[in-house]
């Protein structure tokens, strides 16, 4: 089958109970992690390129590889999501040139600026069958000792989210409920906890509706471990709950989206081989190894968090 929208995923995955992942590709060993777990799981995947993406692969490149996939695997639904559209050009850019699916990170703006560029982008993309992510609220790390106003605003305003799906016209909303991106997410020695208030008054406003959480990556202490024991340095990675996001996937959330724990899972096999073989020196074999982690850290997510197998 071709690249498909969201639309049919995300409607069943609202009605089944389980999410769909949302995971960002960058080069063809991470293409291929993800699509051959996806495949190996029957699971339905978005593979989601950002503007650093593009910009290092080049998005030819990555529509190629994506489409190259998709050959080896006709049998699972793939979407090709632009990951933080910055503004209308980036995302018309995608629309016009094989994504099936663009975000529009309208989020930093005002309210109005943010309904005025979400609704432009989602007139051109749906005039080309093309489907839309919006973002409302500012997506950040919870820091236990933030003043109440400022906490406030980190998280997304219930009150906002009816006005703005409809007045934008967008089919999926991006909401703040506590995760936030990269691997530092929280605090050292403070329990994360996502705000599950937040997503239920914001399901309760908009029923059926699919809702997406960025910053999703748990960052799996054994990967840490792995990196630091062969030569890296990364202290205090710390990441969203897997229990908490698959509690999520059963509710209103169809769409979560997942890096940086395939960044560590790559870095950690590149590190560990280095260190087990200082004579190689052919990418084949160390970017393998990244590759095998890839593929064991999506095919784990998708059985044991998204709950996404099995659904082909
Ligand atoms: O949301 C951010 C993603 O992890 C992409 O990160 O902009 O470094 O490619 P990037
Ligand atoms: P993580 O950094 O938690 O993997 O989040 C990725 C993301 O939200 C991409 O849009
Ligand atoms: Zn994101």
Redesign the pocket.
């Known amino acids: 089958m071709p690249l498909v929208t969201s639309t049919e995923m995300f409607k069943k995955a609202y009605d089944g109970g389980y999410a769909i992942g ?1 995971f ?1 590709i960058n080069n063809m060993e991470i293409v291929q992690g993800i699509t051959d777990a996806a495949a190996a799981l029957k699971s339905p995947v978005i593979l ?1 390129a ?1 503007a650093g993406a593009r910009k290092y692969a080049n998005s030819v490149y990555l529509v190629k590889l994506v489409d190259a996939a998709l050959s080896l695997h006709p049998e699972v639904p793939m979407v090709l999501h632009l ?2 559209g910055a503004d209308f050009a980036v995302c018309k850019d995608c629309v016009d040139n094989g994504f099936t699916s663009v ?1 529009i990170d309208y989020s930093g703006h005002s309210f109005e600026e943010n309904i005025e560029e979400s609704r432009k982008v989602a007139e051109y993309a749906h005039e080309h069958g093309v489907v839309v992510e919006a973002e409302l609220g500012t ?1 950040s790390g919870v820091e236990d000792d933030v003043a109440v106003d400022a906490e406030k605003a980190l998280y997304t305003d219930p009150d906002q989210v009816e006005e703005f799906v409809k007045r934008t016209g967008v089919d999926s909303l991006a909401i703040a409920i506590g ?5 530092y ?1 929280f605090k050292p020695g403070t329990k994360p906890q996502l705000r599950f208030d937040v997503l239920a008054e914001v399901s309760r406003r908009l029923p059926g509706f699919p809702i997406v ?5 748990s ?1 799996p202490q054994e990967y840490v471990k792995i990196i630091n024991e062969n030569g890296g340095a990364l202290k205090d990675a710390i ?2 709950p897997e229990d908490q996001l698959r509690e999520a996937a059963r509710g209103a959330v169809c769409k979560i ?7 560590l899972g790559m870095t950690a096999g590149i590190r560990q081989h280095f260190m087990a073989h200082p004579d190689h020196f052919d990418p084949r074999q160390y970017i393998a190894d990244g590759r095998k982690n890839v593929y064991d850290i999506v095919a784990h997510k998708i059985k044991d968090v998204l709950g996404s197998d099995n659904k082909i």
């Open positions: 949302a960002n989601q950002s990951d933080h975000m997506l995760t936030s991106h990269g691997a997410k959480l960025h910053g999703s990556s960052v990441g969203v989206n997942i890096d940086s724990d395939l960044r």
